[in-house]
């Protein structure tokens, strides 16, 4: 069981916007800078978001991330059928001493 | 280009021994470390550890600390990834990713290998 917990599932409708919720605790997201990955069915995990916000070349900016206190969030605005696809954040925990993924949402576009 | 190749897909007995791949190029390989993230059918992501092909210096995910060995072979810029004796509960798409650490809380995968699944089933 992830010390991250996301929505299973979000949708929209094209060209709305969503947004992914990451919960953690002090211990974690409270201090840590979060990343984001993308996941197509089937295929390879792919970096969206870096170091809480910034997104890596080639990632359009309807992505962004953002974080408050112990939570995170990840943002798509303008979706895209092109977008359906699993979310899931990523932390290191130092109580832990280990990276932990979040347990994923998936995004569907209506 | 930075990129992460792996072998190929395994199919193996309750039991046996398996040792998969990561080969990089493009980049130093010995300057930055290898994470590897198991992926079990339908399931979410899940970090196993990650190793520094410069020292092979390892860190193990409690999780699965004793079940697997990490070793890197850093004259030809390969990571693995080994079993001593495979469950059925191992099976699952196994990915290697190179992992950016600016500093220890700002580490992320930058890079991801295509993944190599492994079947074991009797």
């Known amino acids: 069981q992830s010390v991250l917990t996301q929505p299973p599932s979000v949708s929209a409708a094209p060209g709305q916007k969503v947004t992914i919720s990451c919960s953690g605790s002090s211990s974690n997201i409270g201090n840590i800078y979060v990343s984001w990955y993308q996941q197509f069915s089937g295929t390879v995990p792919k970096l969206l978001i870096y170091e809480n916000n910034k997104r890596p070349s080639g990632i359009p900016d309807r992505f962004s991330g953002s974080k408050s206190g112990t939570s995170a969030t990840l943002g798509i605005t303008g979706l895209q059928t092109g977008d359906e696809a699993d979310y899931y954040c990523?932390?290191?925990?130092?109580?832990?001493?280990?990276?932990?993924f979040g347990t994923g949402t998936k995004v569907t576009v209506l | 280009e930075v990129q992460l190749v792996q072998s190929g897909a395994e199919v193996k007995k309750p039991g046996e021994s398996l040792k998969i791949s990561c080969k990089g190029s493009?980049?130093?390989?010995?300057?930055?470390?290898i994470a590897w993230v198991r992926q079990m059918p339908g399931k979410g992501l899940e970090w196993m550890g990650i190793i520094y092909p410069g020292d092979s210096d390892t860190r193990y995910s409690p999780s699965f600390q004793g079940q697997v060995t990490f070793s890197a072979d850093k004259s030809i810029d390969t990571a693995y990834l080994q079993w001593s004796s495979l469950k059925a509960s191992d099976t699952a798409m196994y990915y290697c990713?190179?992992?950016?650490?600016?500093?220890?809380?700002?580490?992320?995968?930058?890079?991801w290998g295509q993944g190599t699944l492994v079947t074991v089933s009797s």
């Open positions: 493009g980049y130093s390989f010995t300057s930055y470390w």
């Open positions: 990713a190179r992992v950016v650490v600016p500093d220890v809380t700002r580490d992320y995968f930058d890079h």
């Open positions: 990523g932390i290191w925990d130092s109580s832990l001493n280990a990276y932990v």
